[in-house]
């Protein structure tokens, strides 16, 4: 029964216009946005530049760090980021006695005055290059002890500011090394043996589209019978429930993935031209990354879609997911460098390079991916739940009980 | 005119509230995860054209809503008043909402010391609310899938956050925060295109 209606869904799916335009756009967004790839080359000794590295050590970090808390301190307003988005806080009289107090603590600077000349003196060149003007920690301050400040003056901020945990990794910014490049281009090629590289840039993109299209698929999937006056013929059928909506979500997901995965085969034959023969390649590297990466945040959407327009019968799931997803592309926006998942809808890991970043968060990245793919189910399990109750004759939002919106008349 | 008002009473009373109360709580969220007090003018622009802007597509593509049922068409089709007439009044009413909620948020911007060239601002904003809305209320004509009509709205929207304005080009919404109110123009002319042809393609249909 299951096998059967599994097809019929797929067929079904296969005639819904919004799917194929799901496609022509996913095809012109990963044209838009990796159509011409380049590809990293092997850096030669004595180039001029090899670009810039986020973070340093931590003194580096420590004084880059300092140079925003003191002058924004000083300006009496903090610049965050909450979710991409520029936000000025301006913390109350006694959150500002607490930083001034943190100032204090981390750089021994307790006077406005003081403040000021440290930023005056921090005027000078470096080797490092910062965002903003360095201070320096004072003498004693431990590392551990300068974090702990740090989040706690996040969070009097609101969280997104210069001093959350993301901020602190990047703060600092040097000039890379050509050891550190080599490093870098070997660990492409021979940790993530190339295609890992450009299958993780793949899922970046592609993850932003799937984090949005499936719940247009879900939501038409699920006004269908009402449109077509399916509604009860189906309800009356002796197949159940579970079967019914669970043979129709993943017929969406089988066929949302498929498109993926045949757009993922131009990459990966991108990358077996520009590897050459050096390179031990993973050929299913881009499967893994769609499945592993990918698929959770496609199955979220579809569930997200599916249960909402089964509960009203209206479009509230496009809603709904349309902001999660707004949220979650813009809060991410820090973390594009990647090695920082948290639990975003949409992790992001914008680069080829950073495989170490990959390695350090990998676990982090496989929680969030079970956890969305656990919700995912449970999600399609409450639609069961409310798909039973409708073919019961219960919880119709549109039926006699909830559904006369005629007006009353005074006659 | 007693017919066209009475029209518009009725879209007021069954088909807008529900929408507008939508996007009226989108806005009041903002203060939660944006700032709106003392911007720069390029984060005013910013918040103006990538958030409140996505109002646009809330309130512009459900007009053809009411008459999702082919059964309904035809009985307003044998009424006096022009289906098209139905339309234009709900568009136009859609578009005033917009330009309602758009002056009070700006108003509050402006409380609020964020900086703004104000008339600009409120006129570029609407006209992309306009192109977003009509490009929404198009797709909804062509394929009577109220879906679809969410769906090509939020993809522009993406692409222009991805591709900027390299392939967008006139078409680019988020030109204010660059500094350009060139690109307004375009999308003002091209929204109320794409919402005149909307309403005449689903007249005939």
């Given amino acids: ?411 | 005119m007693a017919n066209y008002l009475e029209i518009a009473r009725e879209n007021i009373r069954h088909n807008l509230p529900v929408h507008a109360v939508t996007a009226g709580i989108l806005l009041c969220l903002s203060p939660l995860v944006l700032g709106v007090k003392n911007l720069p003018l390029a984060d005013t622009a910013k918040v103006l054209e990538m958030y409140v802007a996505l109002i646009g597509i809330i309130l512009i593509p459900p007009v053809f809503l009411p008459e999702q049922n082919p059964d309904l068409r035809d009985l307003i089709r044998s009424k006096y008043t022009k289906i098209s007439t139905v339309y234009s009044i709900r568009a136009i009413e859609a578009v005033l909402v917009l330009a309602l909620y758009l002056g009070v948020y700006i108003l509050i911007l402006h409380i609020n010391g964020c900086q703004m060239e104000a008339p600009a601002y409120y006129a570029g904003t609407l006209a992309e609310m306009i192109f977003m809305g009509g490009l929404g209320l198009l797709f909804y004509s062509l394929t009577d899938n109220l879906i679809a009509g969410y769906m090509i709205p939020v993809f522009y929207y993406i692409t222009a956050m991805g591709a900027g304005s390299k392939y967008l080009k006139v078409f680019y919404p988020f030109s204010m925060t660059k500094g350009s109110y060139t690109e307004k123009y375009w999308l003002l002319a091209g929204g109320v295109i794409l919402m005149a042809t909307a309403v005449r393609i689903r007249s005939r249909k």
Wanted: proline share 3%; hydrophobic share 40%; net charge neutral.
């Fill in chain 1, 1 to 411: 029964m299951f096998g059967h209606l599994f097809i019929k869904e797929c067929k079904q799916t296969a005639k819904s216009m919004i799917y194929w335009l799901i496609i022509l756009i996913l095809l012109i967004f990963f044209n838009s946005q990796l159509g011409s790839m380049e590809f990293a080359e092997k850096p030669e000794p004595g180039q001029e530049d090899y670009g810039m590295v986020a973070g340093g050590d931590e003194q580096a970090t420590m004084e880059a760090t300092l140079g925003y808390l003191v002058s924004e301190y000083r300006s009496g307003s903090f610049t965050t980021y909450p979710i991409g988005f520029y936000k000025t806080v301006k913390p109350s009289q006694k959150e500002l006695k607490r930083i001034h107090e943190i100032v204090t603590e981390t750089t021994g600077l307790s006077t406005d005055q003081e403040i000021d000349d440290a930023m005056t003196a921090a005027q000078g060149d470096s080797q490092i290059v910062y965002g903003s003007s360095p201070v320096k920690p004072k003498d004693g301050l431990t590392f551990e002890r300068f974090c702990a400040l740090m989040e706690e003056t996040d969070d009097m901020l609101g969280g997104g500011s210069n001093y959350s945990k993301e901020s602190l990794k990047t703060n600092a910014k040097t000039p890379m090394t050509y050891e550190q490049a080599l490093q870098q281009y070997n660990d492409l090629t021979e940790k993530d043996h190339f295609t890992g590289a450009y299958a993780r840039l793949f899922s970046d993109y592609m993850g932003i589209m799937l984090g949005i299209l499936p719940v247009f698929l879900a939501a038409t999937r699920g006004m269908r019978d009402r449109r077509s006056r399916m509604q009860a013929l189906i309800a009356s059928r002796k197949a159940s429930s579970a079967v019914i909506i669970f043979s129709r979500y993943f017929s969406m997901i089988v066929m949302l993935m498929l498109p993926v995965l045949l757009i993922s085969c131009i990459p990966l034959s991108e990358c077996i031209k520009a590897a050459g023969g050096g390179i031990r390649l993973d050929y299913l590297a881009f499967v893994k990354y769609s499945v592993g990466w990918l698929m959770p945040t496609a199955m979220i959407s579809t569930a997200v879609g599916m249960v909402l327009t089964e509960l009203t019968d209206t479009a509230l799931g496009v809603l709904v997911q349309l902001i999660w997803w707004f949220l979650s592309v813009f809060s991410s926006m820090s973390a594009m460098h990647g090695g920082i998942y948290g639990w975003d809808l949409v992790p992001r890991h914008n680069t080829p390079f950073n495989y170490e970043g990959f390695h350090a968060g990998f676990s982090q990245l496989a929680a969030n991916r079970a956890l969305y793919a656990g919700i995912s189910i449970l999600l399609a399990a409450v639609t069961v739940w409310i798909y039973s109750l409708k073919r019961k004759g219960r919880l119709d939002i549109r039926g006699k009980l909830f559904g006369n919106r005629k007006r009353e008349h005074k006659a």
